[in-house]
């Protein structure tokens, strides 16, 4: 008939390493009210850690569960197998941390074309457990940072009052802004934790060092409505590309996200009476009022520096922004 709505897929993917959480979270989403639809649900485990889905657990969740232990057999092909054996209304994958992220996006696109009646909705959830999360960073950065990517929410479990933060989300935000940062703690007092900026956000001038430039820059993007209106002090490198409005340069620093391949210029549109007195990829500090506003440049609303003082700047000590 014209017109008609497709049926919904459901396809939750739930990465992380070994022990991060992963099949704990599922077993909540399988005993959550919100599942309790009659709906009958496969879990793709691949790879099998600490807990297991027993049988009796299946049954009373409405669930069946199939094991995919080598990273070729993650593919169309196999789940489809899978697909007709239990006939499921929704997939939740306990993906393997190990395992290429891109094998997700590829899955995407073979089971849209396997469901072609039904509309095929990925959700992808990377789980962090906060104990390793440093540990982890530190030694297997791009394997995080490709998680991160992919991810439209990140949970953080295992938090404590020692938990950074400030670390976490700018290790996330810098790869993907938009992605939605959960923590979850046992300790209530963690709730309670306020987030210290290391400058004073209600001055009348808030002045950034460079050292804070990352931690300020991914709260500014968090955090438009704290800093709209606002002057701050800041240096920063320019870049001058044609095409810019009249008047217009960007104005960032280069940031390391992940490693030494994988560095890229942080930066937004600042606007100034005169910039002929300083060369494209000068070091300036302006003090300037922020606005959130539509630019063409952008596609859509982003910040935008009204510099009311440009002045030249020292390089910085350190020309790399970091994270975490």
Not at 232 to 246: F, S
Request: aromatic share 12%; hydrophobic share 40%.
């Amino acid at each position: 008939m014209f017109g008609r709505k497709k049926e919904e897929m459901m396809v939750y993917v739930i990465m992380g390493f070994l022990e991060a959480g992963k099949t704990s979270l599922i077993r909540d989403l399988l005993e959550d009210e919100l599942f309790d639809d009659n709906a009958k649900t496969l879990v793709l485990a691949c790879e099998e850690g600490e807990e297991e889905y027993e049988e009796a657990f299946l049954q009373k969740t409405g669930a069946a569960c199939e094991y995919l232990e080598e990273e070729e057999a993650f593919c169309g092909k196999i789940v489809e197998k899978f697909l007709k054996k239990h006939r499921p209304d929704r997939i939740i994958i306990e993906y393997n941390g190990m395992w290429q992220t891109s094998h997700i996006p590829e899955l995407y696109d073979e089971l849209e074309e396997i469901c072609f009646d039904r509309e095929v909705i990925f959700q992808t959830i990377d789980v962090v457990n906060d104990l390793t999360f440093s540990l982890y960073m530190k030694n297997m950065p791009s394997m995080m940072v490709e998680q991160f990517r992919i991810a439209e929410m990140i949970i953080v479990n295992r938090c404590t009052l020692q938990t950074s933060k400030a670390a976490i989300r700018g290790s996330v935000k810098a790869v993907n802004p938009r992605a939605q940062i959960v923590y979850e703690s046992e300790d209530e007092a963690f709730y309670e934790m306020k987030e210290e900026m290391p400058f004073d956000i209600n001055a009348e001038v808030i002045e950034v060092s460079p050292d804070d430039f990352g931690l300020w820059y991914i709260d500014m993007l968090d955090n438009p409505s704290v800093y709209t209106g606002k002057t701050m002090k800041i240096a920063g490198l320019i870049q001058k590309p044609p095409g810019l409005p009249a008047g217009f340069a960007i104005f960032g620093r280069y940031a390391m996200t992940c490693c030494a391949d994988d560095i890229q210029y942080m930066g937004f549109l600042c606007k100034a009476d005169d910039w002929s007195a300083f060369a494209n990829k000068a070091y300036v500090t302006v003090t300037a009022r922020l606005e959130y506003k539509y630019m063409k440049e952008y596609g859509e609303e982003g910040p935008v520096f009204y510099a009311e003082e440009v002045e030249a700047a020292e390089k910085p000590k350190e020309e790399l922004v970091y994270f975490n």
